[in-house]
């Protein structure tokens, strides 16, 4: 039987990292997503667990398709937890490199960190098991947990915030980590990615960090496009380094627009303390359209097919009503046959063909015009002149009303 926590059921573990462990679940309307329960060691840190509670406000405010947004939060009871976007794949440590799409992961990466850093969050935990690769674009998770959660009876108590080798040096020497620490963790990711070798090289975590502070990478095998910008990131002097702005334009990569965001009441969640909800506007490059589940593209386009059909039946009734003041019988068979093919048969076809499925659509409309014709022949043997230019006036402005609701 499956564990409910507050309102999402949990179907599997995941995994688990320094701060809690990571479940696939179901939300209350049956989507699936990733929570993060807390490790009882984090829960029981008052003043950490505060922190995390304060940053996730912010937290929310990161938005954007390479970015596993906070969709959720609770941090009452036992068991205080985070909701993300599940995002199905594999870590960027788990997957063959060097990576074959390099600019498109250099581009994904810089448009997640200038999505954290333009929202004030600083990740201080890039690294490649942080970077989930779902069909071939990067999405960066677990931002901003590091950094709220940075205290010192946390790291005490074992969660170790920062992986030697992508930690900046200056944060291995004791100081604050800002932006500029996840530029350098940024590089070195995709230096990882570039060459299918850790920039500093493996060994203790003692050993790594010295390479850090007092040797260059190692950047052998990356490309000549990339291997300036990556040793800029990677420079010892934070000051020195590019921000996330100049990365996404030496990468051709465009800013993103700001995601709304709307609260919920609280007590949704596990309990006591505020929970708070995200409406989601996913960010994408100029003319990327945005999928839709099938059966909400079904549902979207059905409503527009009863739009159409109302249209059409308004136009029809307007039509007959003046056609009564002189009742010809050809009139109304004309008007009858005109509404039966611009409606009946368009919005037929289309309720059942068309939407999501682009083969549908164009069988659809080479029926109806195959149909326009045939009847237009037809007509031609019975009707006067006259009558079929009616015939052709009416079926253009069905097609204007049908444009315009469409």
């Not at 209350?28 to 406000?57: I, N, W």
């Not at 799409?101 to 201080?124: N, Y």
């Not at 931002?143 to 930690?167: E, N, Q, R």
């Not at 291997?227 to 990365?247: G, N």
Request: charged share 20%; with cysteine.
């Amino acid at each position: 039987m499956s564990e409910h926590l507050g309102p999402y059921q949990l179907l599997s573990r995941l995994g688990a990292g320094g701060f809690g462990e990571v479940h696939l679940a179901l939300d209350p309307a049956g989507r699936t997503v990733a929570v993060k329960v807390l490790h009882p060691h984090v829960a029981a840190d008052a003043a950490a667990l505060a922190r995390l509670e304060r940053e996730v406000e912010t937290m929310r405010r990161v938005g954007g398709r390479n970015v596993a947004e906070v969709l959720d939060a609770s941090f009452g009871g036992d068991r205080p937890y985070l909701v993300t976007r599940y995002v199905q794949g594999k870590p960027l440590s788990a997957v063959p490199v060097p990576v074959a799409d390099l600019r498109s992961l250099a581009a994904g990466l810089a448009e997640a960190l200038l999505a954290m850093h333009d929202a004030g969050v600083v990740h201080r935990d890039l690294k490649p098991a942080n970077v989930m690769m779902s069909e071939g674009e990067p999405v960066v998770i677990d931002f901003g947990i590091a950094h709220a959660l940075d205290s010192l009876s946390v790291t005490a108590s074992g969660a170790v915030v920062g992986t030697p080798g992508y930690l900046a040096p200056e944060v291995l020497e004791g100081g604050p980590a800002g932006p500029a620490a996840d530029v350098f963790s940024f590089g070195a990711t995709l230096a990882y990615a570039a060459t299918g070798r850790h920039p500093y090289g493996t060994g203790p975590a003692s050993a790594v960090a010295y390479r850090v502070v007092h040797h260059p990478p190692d950047l052998t095998g990356a490309p000549g496009w990339l291997e300036p910008l990556l040793a800029e990131c990677l420079a010892t002097d934070p000051a020195a380094r590019p921000v996330a702005a100049d990365i996404c334009a030496r990468l051709g990569v465009e800013a993103a627009r700001p995601r709304r965001l709307s609260p919920i009441p609280a007590g949704t969640g596990d309990s006591g303390r505020d929970v708070h909800h995200m409406e989601t506007q996913t960010l994408r490059p100029a003319g990327a359209a945005r999928e839709l589940p099938v059966e909400e593209a079904r549902a979207r386009h059905r409503e527009k097919v009863r739009r159409r059909w109302l249209a059409g039946s308004t136009v029809f009734v307007a039509l007959l009503a003046a056609a009564a003041t002189e009742p010809l019988p050809e009139v109304a068979l004309f008007l009858l046959a005109a509404f039966s093919l611009a409606v009946v048969v368009d919005a037929g076809f289309a309720l059942f063909s068309r939407g999501p499925f682009t083969k549908g659509r164009i069988v659809a409309d080479a029926l109806g015009v195959a149909g326009a014709v045939g009847l237009s022949v037809a007509l031609s043997a019975f009707f006067s002149t006259p009558v079929l230019a009616l015939f052709a006036g009416t079926a253009l402005v069905l097609g204007i009303v049908f444009l315009f609701t469409a």
